[in-house]
């Protein structure tokens, strides 16, 4: 364990670990960290980053982490969110144990914390709008004004709490509020809402309730309540920290509180890593789902044939740090080829098919060639692959006028079929149109691979399937979903129009037959292909590209 913590170390820019290790040597045995996302969306790339921390930082210390949603804002959270957020961190390799959690289990210990506060003279009932409460609150250069309701007596203040409790007064009429300094220089600590009236039906809890308490209010709470020790979150909440402090504190918890740690959240080129817009894309039918392969959701990546691997190492890759920063989408896609090389098993596949026929081959002939499932992996062993006369080739590997350096089919031009025979062209027939529709070639029996031929070498080597035993499928290939790369809160999206590419008429070598949904292959120079989880059927294959073979990005 100690050596798997000084490679930790000294292989991340996680200054977290710092953190940690002091503590430690202080007064603390274990860590206890928690992952708390909010079911109101699917979780995205950046919330992989926090899971991986938080569960990451708890097995590395031999600590725990829990797993809570903070399910305090009913209009916007659903069940569905909370099973597939469940889904995803089992998916991703992690496991909660025994430690599910939700925000709304500790409602009344919420509001036991608020009466508390009332009678201590620190919090107060009261009745300016939201609107007026902006124009209270000042503004960085300026204090703000006391509300006129502050000075409620402590009797009026519970009185009106209860009966907000009770649902007498409609959304929006009340809040409760912390009495801390209108003037503190930070605009959190302005006397901030602890509770609002929301009329709205819970999924746990049912019409049980009427008021819910502030995340700012609930979150620290909870953290308190469980014994978490370091409660990690994102650069966002680090002005919330006195008052994530102040609510620890006034509650009560003064052994051992929680200490908040903020990181830079992770931003990514050419993707949106808001939950908002996410959800409006969803919303506005411009993509399928939140498991639209586009997405950067887990469930869209999981969708798109990425592994839990491949994004536990890009999460280690990009390290944690305070400052934030836009990390090139470039390295996720090298996670996953790095991931896949090899495990994926490598076929023949062809997305823009040409037919190409050996005229001097037995009409009826089926010879079945051992090729090697992946070159880097020899225990992944061989498979049969059917040759026959008649062959789909790809489009772009013939060219009838060859450029310079044009090392693949054309006319005169002799190249080897992937695993088989060299062929030559001798013939190319078009349609009325000029339409090139086939193209002829006779073949060297002498020159079969694995046949010990050492005669004269080619350049080109060409992938190809069988016209006759190949299986037809759907391609789906996939580029940046954005063209810019959007702010989180108000930048505007532009879609790339250019993010899907569907190609019907795919043709496979018949070894994937056998595939099953979630299968990844290797396309021989087409890029790396998952069988899709939500398309494909009996009768139809869908295969979706999970990233090209090559890129121009570049580790460092």
Request: charged residues 30%; hydrophobic residues 35%; contains cysteine.
């Amino acid at each position: 364990m100690e050596e798997k913590r000084e490679n930790a170390l000294s292989n991340t820019g996680n200054f977290i670990h710092n953190y940690v290790q002091e503590d430690l040597e202080g007064k603390l045995n274990k860590i206890h960290t928690r992952f708390p996302p909010e079911p109101n969306g699917y979780l995205h790339i950046g919330h992989a980053k926090s899971i991986c921390l938080n569960f990451g930082m708890a097995q590395l210390y031999g600590g725990k982490c829990n797993l809570r949603f903070d399910d305090t804002n009913p209009t916007k959270e659903d069940t569905e969110y909370i099973e597939s957020i469940k889904e995803d961190v089992k998916w991703l390799g992690f496991d909660w144990e025994d430690r599910l959690y939700f925000a709304s289990s500790y409602f009344e210990k919420y509001y036991e914390v608020a009466v508390n506060l009332i009678k201590q003279g620190k919090a107060f009932v009261c009745d300016l709008t939201a609107e007026e409460m902006r124009e209270y609150r000042g503004t960085l250069n300026t204090p703000g004004k006391e509300s006129p309701y502050r000075n409620r007596t402590i009797e009026e203040n519970l009185d009106l709490f209860e009966r907000m409790r009770k649902g007498e007064f409609p959304d929006g009429a009340k809040t409760l509020r912390a009495k801390i300094d209108m003037s503190s220089p930070n605009i959190n600590m302005r006397d901030p809402v602890l509770y609002r009236i929301a009329h709205a039906t819970h999924h746990t809890t049912g019409d049980e309730w009427c008021i819910y308490p502030m995340y700012d209010f609930a979150h620290p709470l909870e953290d308190a309540i469980e014994g978490i020790t370091h409660s990690i979150c994102t650069m966002e909440f680090e002005d919330h920290r006195p008052l994530y402090d102040w609510v620890v504190r006034e509650a009560g918890f003064t052994e051992h509180p929680p200490r908040q740690i903020e990181f830079a959240r992770l931003g990514l080129t050419n993707t949106v890593m808001s939950k908002r817009k996410l959800r409006a894309l969803v919303e506005e039918g411009l993509v399928d789902g939140w498991d639209d392969p586009r997405m950067p959701t887990i469930s869209g990546l999981r969708r798109r044939g990425f592994t839990p691997e491949s994004i536990r190492d890009f999460c280690e890759r990009i390290g944690v740090s305070k400052a934030n920063s836009v990390v090139d989408s470039g390295l996720l896609e090298y996670c996953i080829r790095d991931d896949l090389k090899a495990k994926a098993k490598v076929v023949m596949a062809i997305l823009h098919p040409l037919k190409l026929v050996i005229t001097n081959y037995p009409d009826g002939q089926i010879e079945l060639l051992d090729i090697e499932n992946n070159p880097e992996n020899e225990a992944l062993g061989t498979r049969q692959v059917p040759f026959t006369r008649t062959l789909y080739i790809e489009q772009e590997d013939f060219m009838e006028e060859p450029v310079k350096k044009f090392f693949r089919l054309a006319p005169g031009k002799e190249v080897r079929l992937k695993g088989a025979y060299f062929v030559t062209c001798t013939d190319v027939i078009k349609d009325e149109n000029g339409n090139i529709t086939e193209v002829h070639c006779t073949y060297d029996p002498e020159t079969k691979s694995g046949s010990g031929f050492t005669g004269r070498k080619v350049k080109g080597t060409l992938h190809w399937v069988s016209a006759d035993h190949c299986v037809k499928t759907t391609a789906r290939l996939y580029d940046y979903m954005m063209l810019d790369n959007p702010d989180d809160e108000n930048g505007e999206m532009i879609m790339n129009p250019n993010s899907l590419e569907v190609i019907e008429n795919c043709y496979v070598e018949p070894s994937i037959e056998e595939a099953k949904a979630g299968d990844k292959y290797q396309f021989m120079r087409n890029g790396y292909f998952c069988v899709d989880t939500k398309d494909t059927t009996k009768e139809h294959m869908v295969f979706n590209r999970i990233v090209s073979l090559k890129s121009s990005f570049k580790l460092k």
